[in-house]
């Protein structure tokens, strides 16, 4: 029937999917709580009002949105979690000490795929560092993500380093422009059009053009072009990030990737693993409106790397006859034992997924 169809961009989860994506989920979960991020869970929908106000460049018309029938007001589903994030850390959580961590799990969706990423429901999981956008504050975030992607374990882990204000802050400075010549050379370095570049009058942001690619190589690159020192301390804290990496991930460097870094303020960060489709995660420092806070954070997609995911060995599952012991199979469910009871007498265990039998009160192999 046409009406069993999903929309485009949407997919079911079988048991063997929903399996592995919980499991992966939990162990990501519990490498961010062993770094003393506490879980928040914000609702799906909020107001569009609330949403869109906490983070620069959140475009609440990508969002699905409908009116509330109790308020009349706009709600929205959200299409990313981070801005909630920052809503509980400047109201509920406001007078909590600084820095404040909190690690979330949960489904957000969009109006709209894109050319990258077709899928219009994900599975976000992420931590935010509330208070803090410092090197400091972004090694750690950084290094978190990457022990969470270790958990899951999946990998070999890349990270893609960039620089989101990097355009902005040299137009305001070393390399004048004004805000539409800035946003023509922006559009023109998304390209890597060197031609088209000169045409807006971007012709001192050539070498950025350059400047991506293996970390080392990259950075001296970017540390060769005269900014008047506008570039120094941002290529300070890139090396100091990257040494704290060290060997754990494959490290490169694009100064002038803006994909996915709508809100992101000096620093940002993709992150990659194995032959995964696409990027994984993304993160970085940025600002939280409403409070000008500091924050640092990331984000993964876990269903990017639901191919990569290995199968675990399948459980041990106990059949429960008709007129079982019930306290046997109580204490084996205690002891870790899955189970499944007999709703008639004519049922085949084996074909229903069952490894033992209850007899006499114990698992016996099938």
């Known amino acids: 029937m046409t ?3 999903l929309p485009e961009g949407l997919a079911d989860n079988l048991p063997a999917q929903s399996a592995l994506l919980t499991r992966a989920m939990h162990a990501a979960l519990e490498a961010m709580d062993a770094h003393g991020y506490d879980r928040v869970s914000p609702p799906l929908i909020e107001f569009e009002k609330s949403l869109g106000a906490r ?3 959140l475009q609440t018309r990508a969002m699905f949105r409908f009116v509330d029938p109790a308020s009349l007001r706009t709600l929205a589903l959200r299409s ?10 400047a109201t509920a959580l406001a007078d909590r000490p600084r820095p404040l961590r909190l690690c979330y799990a949960g489904e957000v969706a969009r109006i709209a795929a894109d050319q990258l990423d077709p899928v219009r429901q994900r599975l976000q999981i992420g931590a935010e560092l509330i208070g803090s956008d410092s090197v400091a504050a972004a090694t750690e975030v950084v290094l978190t993500a990457i022990e969470a992607i270790e958990a899951v374990g999946v990998g070999p882990i890349s990270v893609d380093f ?17 805000e539409e010549q800035a946003d023509k050379v922006r559009r023109e370095l998304d390209t890597k059009d060197a031609g088209g570049l000169k045409a807006v009058g971007g012709e001192a942001f050539l070498p950025l053009i350059h400047a991506a690619g293996p970390f080392d190589e990259a950075l001296a690159k970017l540390r060769a072009i005269d900014a008047g020192g506008a570039l120094a301390s941002r290529i300070e804290g890139l090396e100091r990030i990257a040494a704290a990496i060290g060997e754990r991930a494959r490290i490169t460097l694009d100064p002038t990737e803006r994909h996915g870094f709508e809100y992101q303020s000096w620093f940002g960060f993709t992150l990659y ?11 970085g420092t940025y600002l939280i409106r409403g409070t000008d806070e500091p924050a640092t954070g990331f984000s993964i997609y876990l269903g990017q790397a639901l191919p990569l995911l290995e199968a ?5 599952m106990l059949y429960l006859p008709l007129a079982h012991d019930r306290e046997a199979a109580a204490r084996l469910r205690a002891e870790g034992w899955r189970t499944l ?3 008639s007498d004519d049922e085949d265990p084996s074909a229903l997924g069952c490894t033992h039998v209850l007899e006499a009160g114990e698992a016996a192999a099938l």
Not at 80 to 89: E, K, L, N, S
Not at 312 to 316: A, F, H, I, Q
């Open 162 to 178: 960039t620089l989101p204000d990097l355009v902005s802050t040299l137009a305001q400075g070393a390399f004048p422009l004004s």
């Open 80 to 89: 990313d979690i981070t801005p909630q994030i920052g809503r509980i850390a």
């Open 55 to 57: 983070m620069d460049g």
């Open 312 to 316: 675990g060995k399948p459980r041990d």
């Open 341 to 343: 009871a007999a709703l």
């Open 273 to 283: 693993a194995g032959a995964a489709r696409g990027a994984l995660g993304r993160g």
């Open 3 to 5: 009406d069993d169809l």
